[in-house]
């Protein structure tokens, strides 16, 4: 396994490429193979950190005929086969930054148990997660709520959401600009990713209650 050696600002200029077969053909050659080198450098970690066997999957874009993807990710979940019905961790990118989230992904058929657990346990979710950390109800955009700016209020909105709205979803992380020099630094950036982790890992625990 060769180590990650962190990102460059080319890696980023991949989503501007015109075109779904050239911007493809970028990311399976320089970008992909980063993501999948970051993943399987954490996945040990986070198979010690919530007591369950991780595998890493790189997103393939499979379904895409004619429309070039805007973001691209490696999801670390408990599951050879596929992570989509799973709660698992993805490191990825848009054009603009690097994200580093616990994802429950419209997908997984647990969706309405988990808005309900985390409805129950709202106080100590709003404590353990930092102000820092953001937001997301739509993996497919990169639009993003702080959680330094989410009252109890809307937070319960998003869990309801979750609960009854089919396409609902609920991601939880961080997102580094792709200008912060952490970007290029391998060492630094699995660090980060392993810290973040740790922090999400008490959501990850929620989905087994």
């Known amino acids: ?120 346990h709202i106080t100590e979710v709003r404590n353990h997660i930092p102000d820092s950390f953001v937001w997301s109800k739509d993996h497919t955009k990169p639009d993003v709520i702080h959680n330094s700016n989410l009252t109890n209020d809307s937070f319960l909105q998003l869990l309801d959401r979750l609960e009854n709205v089919k396409k609902a979803e609920l991601l939880c992380g961080i997102n580094i600009d792709r200008h912060d020099p952490l970007i290029a630094n391998g060492e630094a950036l699995i660090q980060k990713c392993e810290e973040t982790f740790q922090t999400l890992e008490y959501l990850y625990r929620l989905t087994k209650k």
């Open 1 to 120: 396994m060769n180590s990650f050696t962190g990102f460059t600002q080319q890696d980023f200029d991949v989503f501007s490429i015109p075109g779904l077969e050239q911007r493809m053909e970028a990311l399976k050659t320089n970008v992909s193979p980063k993501l999948q080198c970051i993943a399987e450098q954490i996945a040990p970690s986070l198979t010690a950190m919530t007591g369950d066997e991780m595998f890493v999957h790189v997103a393939k874009h499979a379904r895409r005929t004619t429309n070039p993807p805007n973001d691209t990710w490696a999801a670390v979940a408990s599951s050879k086969r596929g992570y989509k019905m799973l709660p698992h961790f993805q490191i990825g990118m848009w054009e603009s930054h690097l994200f580093i989230w616990f994802a429950m992904i419209y997908e997984n058929p647990m969706k309405q148990h988990y808005a309900n657990t985390l409805k129950q």
